[in-house]
């Protein structure tokens, strides 16, 4: 298991980690419109490794049709945490977690505490932007980051990521996110905010669902 958290002012809203509440649908964040949606991939480990290591190598974004640019890695190695059982006792060591893994393009897998800036356009809409991850997770049935915005996107917010395996077998995709609006055209027009999170949702799941893989 290996499983890290970022924290610090850099982000551009307070509200970090609520893509994780279970009530973030029902009680978002201030002034923000909150979003969720969840896919079965299919079953089995197999399927739930690939849709893993394709997400951490931040196949979603990129096969949402954004450029992955300036990947910066948290300096310094990241703190890992603690494991605990269903009683709260712990089952793994607290450790510091120096390891880092590249794509065959060199770029440096998500870790927490990663910055990078994306850019493109989801159906006309701007998507560019300085992102950070805040939290990563790598455990035995569940793998996933969020990303929280730093600067330069027409909003403000948090999205998360997660390759969940359940005990029936089924291996589901869960996007969750709240946007703030930040230009002018969102603001005053609330539902571009939507549209354009759609967008990203079905960008995301084009990406990492193999019901959407083209053959080569």
Not at 44 to 58: K, T, V, Y
Not at 145 to 151: D, E, H, M, P, R
Request: aromatic share 8%.
């Amino acid at each position: 298991m290996r499983r890290g958290n970022f924290q610090d002012n850099t982000v551009d809203y307070a509200a970090v980690g609520a893509t994780h509440a279970p009530d973030l649908m029902t009680y978002p964040p201030e002034r923000s419109i909150p979003a969720e949606a969840s896919w079965l991939l299919g079953s089995g480990q197999a399927r739930f490794e690939s849709s893993a290591d394709a997400l951490l190598s931040w196949g979603a974004l990129r096969g949402a049709g954004l450029e992955i640019r300036d990947v910066r890695p948290a300096s310094g190695p990241m703190y890992s945490g603690v494991a605990f059982d269903a009683e709260g006792t712990p089952v793994a060591a607290s450790r510091l977690d120096s390891e880092q893994r590249f794509d065959a393009d060199g770029t440096p897998y998500v870790a927490a505490g990663t910055t990078i800036r994306v850019h493109g356009r989801v159906r006309g809409m701007n998507a560019d932007g300085e992102l950070r991850v805040i939290s990563a997770t790598e455990e035995s049935r569940r793998v996933g980051f969020a990303l929280g915005t730093v600067s330069s996107s027409v909003v403000s917010g948090e999205e998360s990521f997660m390759i969940e395996w359940d005990e029936s077998d089924g291996v589901r995709f869960v996007v969750r996110a709240f946007d703030r609006p930040v230009a002018l055209a969102y603001r005053m027009l609330p539902p571009l905010v939507k549209r354009r999170r759609t967008a990203l949702f079905q960008g995301y799941l084009r990406a990492i669902s193999p019901l959407f893989t083209t053959p080569s």
